[in-house]
Nanobody, 126 residues
């Protein structure tokens, strides 16, 4: 059973940066597409970014393109989300997710991801 644990959340001022980490255990990440989702109060869960296992292709929501960067270190069984130029609208609980399906990165539908972390709160406020 794959288990995912996020860390790195916190409070940051607008324009600041944070890096989220997602450490996996129980299985190697080589087999999975890895994604970050976020959910703000009263809103649906949004697929922020995804990275494919085969070629490392990355996908981003329009709202974060150019500001967020997803990466993976398979040797450390860890996925990262570097978040720069943060805005108050980025405030949400951020979740790491994994799935073995080849096409899940294109749509980033949360219903298609089998494994989830517990979430990390990110608050952007002055």
């Amino acid at each position: 059973q794959l288990q995912l644990v996020e860390s790195g959340g916190g409070l940051v001022q607008p324009g600041g940066s944070l890096r989220l980490s997602c450490v996996a255990s129980g299985w190697t990440l080589d087999y999975f597409q890895m994604a970050w989702f976020r959910q703000a109060p009263g809103k649906e869960r949004e697929g922020v970014s995804c990275i494919r296992r085969s070629d490392g292709s990355t996908y981003y929501a329009d709202s974060v393109k150019g500001r967020f960067t997803i990466s993976r270190d398979n040797a450390k069984n860890t996925v990262y989300l570097q978040m720069d130029s943060l805005e108050p609208e980025d405030t949400a609980v951020y979740y790491c997710a994994a799935d073995a399906g080849d096409d899940v990165c294109y749509d980033r539908d949360p219903n298609e991801f089998d494994y989830w972390g517990q979430g990390a709160q990110v608050t952007v406020s002055s």
